[in-house]
T-cell receptor
Framework: EAQVTQNPRYLITVTGKKLTVTCSQN?????MSWYRQDPGLGLRQIYY???????DKGDVPEGYKVSRKEKRNFPLILESPSPNQTSLYFC????????????FGPGTRLTVT | DAKTTQPTSMDCAEGRAANLPCNHS???????VYWYRQIHSQGPQYIIH???NNETNEMASLIITEDRKSSTLILPHATLRDTAVYYC????????????FGTGTRLTIIP
């Protein structure tokens, strides 16, 4: 089954404790992206990647890092999480040929206390 | 990117066609109309997109007016599982593929 998976689905952590949210897709998609979704602010892009070893900042990259060492994986790293990073996070991927037709993961609900 | 305007909420009876309107009066010639939906706190789901011709797939139909200033998403036989927030967005034919959702239309299917 074609899908985007994220782990963990739920995470409660404390300020400053490094964490990684994994994202993996099995559709051989070139493009992958991370979004966060907050009430009243909608969906905002954090980072995106056009292909392996190619990443770029989205609209809200501060406090996050990403890497794209393999085509299927695009982990999101929070080196020193803060309470303002409490949010619902989504990973998405697409085939470059279909641009905005993106497949989203199920989401990771992160709480930083 | 062109802005879109959608009603905040709509109800539709189960089994009926749900017609969701979207205004995009500032759309430019190379911009597509995309529709996504999001069932409560799940990942957004792509539905359909079009440029100027009407489009249909297994999920829905998209009707775009001749002047391209508005469109309607049609779910032909709505079910309870279609209850979701529906987002209409206008996007250029090229870019970094960033999606930016507005507030959308909260569609409630009534049994």
């Amino acid at each position: 089954e074609a899908q985007v998976t994220q782990n963990p689905r739920y995470l409660i952590t404390v300020t400053g404790k490094k964490l990684t949210v994994t994202c993996s897709q099995n559709m051989n998609h070139e493009y992958m992206s991370w979004y966060r979704q907050d009430p009243g602010l909608g969906l905002r892009q954090i980072y995106y990647s056009m292909n392996v070893e190619v990443t770029d900042k989205g609209d809200v990259p501060e406090g996050y890092k990403v890497s794209r060492k393999e085509k299927r994986n695009f982990p999101l790293i929070l080196e020193s999480p803060s309470p303002n990073q409490t949010s619902l996070y989504f990973c998405a991927s697409s085939n470059r040929a279909t641009t905005y037709e993106q497949y989203f993961g199920p989401g990771t609900r992160l709480t930083v206390t | 990117d062109a802005k879109t305007t959608q009603p905040t909420s709509m109800d539709c009876a189960e089994g009926r066609a749900a017609n969701l309107p979207c205004n995009h009066s500032t759309i430019s010639g190379n911009e597509y109309v995309y529709w996504y939906r999001q069932i409560h706190s799940q990942g957004p789901q792509y539905i359909i997109h079009g440029l100027k011709n009407n489009e249909t797939n297994e999920m829905a139909s998209l009707i775009i007016t001749e002047d391209r200033k508005s469109s309607t998403l049609i779910l032909p036989h709505a079910t309870l599982r279609d209850t979701a927030v529906y987002y209409c967005i206008v996007l250029p034919s090229f870019g970094n593929e960033k999606l930016t959702f507005g507030t959308g239309t909260r569609l409630t299917i009534i049994p």
